[in-house]
């Protein structure tokens, strides 16, 4: 069975301040596919990012940042001089090969002050 | 526009009233699938439908139905509501062939309330 886990339930920052959202992991597939969603107030999802298994490069788009490390199971997210619209939801999500099943995280609540 | 609609977007009902939450996209997609919300849980699967007349089971179906007779069309179904049902609920959509590759359209959500 798959499982994700963003064990950060909530986090508060001042604006410019950095963010780091943890994302932790657990399937038996050697192939899958990891994603983070953005859920801002008004309740949509946002896709932000897909990554699979087999690419471990990090990415930088803008202002966000994603590290994934196969060797500890993580997807970790780090925003970068936050913005007061940065406050959101974050999700981190897993999908099986086929890519029938996407396994949500708990959510972690950014909320960034001015 | 490419999207995904959900309706109705707020509903309030009684526990025992057989409902129904439509969600219809307009992008030609095969898979679709339901989702509810709930606090501290994320959102979990609850179908999801690879073609038309083709349905599984997520991690929560206990309690739901779907049906998938069009391929722009997949209704969620709810029998007999109970209050534990109360949630947010998002239907997402998704090309078949790159359900790996995509990430999933998401529609606005239906907010639910059963008492």
């Known amino acids: 069975a798959q499982k994700v886990t963003q064990a950060q339930t909530e986090i508060s920052v001042v604006e410019k301040e950095d963010v780091t959202l943890d994302c932790v992991y657990e399937t038996r597939d050697t192939t899958y596919y990891l994603f983070w969603y953005k859920q801002p107030p008004s309740g949509e999802l946002v896709f932000l990012i897909r990554r699979n298994s087999f690419d471990e490069q990090n990415e930088i788009s803008g202002r966000y940042s994603w590290n994934f490390q196969k060797s500890t199971s993580s997807f970790n997210f780090t925003i970068t001089a936050s913005q007061v619209v940065d406050s959101a939801v974050y999700f981190c999500?897993?999908?099986?090969?086929?890519?029938?099943?996407?396994?949500f995280g708990g959510g972690t609540r950014v909320l960034v002050k001015p | 526009e490419a999207q995904v609609t959900q309706n109705p977007r707020y509903l309030i009902t009684v526990t025992g009233k057989k409902l129904t939450v439509t969600c219809s996209q307009n992008?030609?997609?095969?898979?679709m699938s339901w989702y509810r919300q709930d606090p501290g849980l994320g959102l979990r699967q609850i179908y999801y439908?690879?073609?038309?007349?083709?349905?599984d089971k997520g991690d929560v179906p206990e309690g739901y139905k779907v049906s998938r007779k069009e391929k722009r069309n997949f209704p969620l179904i709810l029998e007999s509501p109970s209050p534990n049902q109360t949630s947010l609920y998002f239907c997402?959509?998704?090309?078949?062939?790159?359900?790996?590759?995509?990430?999933?359209?998401f529609g606005p959500g239906t907010r639910l309330t059963v008492t």
């Open positions: 999500a897993l999908s099986d090969p086929e890519g029938n099943k996407l396994t």
């Open positions: 997402a959509s998704t090309p078949s062939r790159q359900r790996t590759s995509y990430e999933q359209y």
């Open positions: 439908s690879m073609n038309v007349e083709v349905t």
């Open positions: 992008m030609n997609h095969e898979y």
